[in-house]
C-alpha cells in the first residue's frame, strides 16, 4: 500500500468519528484507496474529481502525522477504538485525540 493509500485511510477513520466528508468524498476516498496507484491528483476532465475537503484532509493527516488506532464496531453496533494505554476498547464518542480541534478548525463540516 503506498504513502497517499495510507494517508486516506486515516482519513476516512477521522471521518467515521466527526463525519467532516459527504458521501461522494467517501466513496471517492474508497476508490482511490483500491486503485492500482492511489494519488491526489486524477487527471482533468476525469468524472472524478478530488475535493478541497480531502485535500485538506489529508494535509492535515500527513502534517500531525496522524495514524488511526484500531477500530471495529461490537455486537452493540457501536463503534469502539483500541486504547492502547488502558489496554481495552473504548466507545468512540470518547476518542479525544489533539488532532481533533484542528479537524473542526479546518474542516468544514458537510450539510445534512
Known amino acids: 500500500m503506498n504513502n497517499t493509500a495510507i494517508i486516506l485511510r486515516n482519513v476516512l477513520a ?3 468519528l466527526y463525519h467532516f466528508l459527504n458521501e461522494y468524498e ?4 474508497h ?6 496507484n492511489p494519488t491526489l491528483t486524477l487527471p482533468k476532465g476525469g468524472k472524478q474529481a478530488v475535493t478541497e475537503q480531502i485535500r485538506k484532509a489529508c494535509d492535515i493527516v500527513e502534517k500531525q502525522k496522524y495514524e488511526a488506532p484500531e477500530f471495529k464496531y461490537m455486537p452493540d453496533r457501536v463503534l469502539y477504538y483500541y486504547n492502547e494505554k488502558q489496554e481495552d476498547w473504548v466507545k ?7 488532532i ?3 479537524i473542526f478548525r479546518e474542516l468544514k ?4
Open 14 to 16: 477521522l471521518d467515521s
Open 26 to 29: 467517501r466513496w471517492l476516498c
Open 100 to 102: 481533533r480541534s484542528i
Open 31 to 36: 476508490k482511490m484507496i483500491l486503485s492500482k
Open 92 to 98: 468512540a464518542t470518547e476518542y479525544k485525540p489533539m
Open 109 to 112: 463540516q458537510p450539510k445534512k
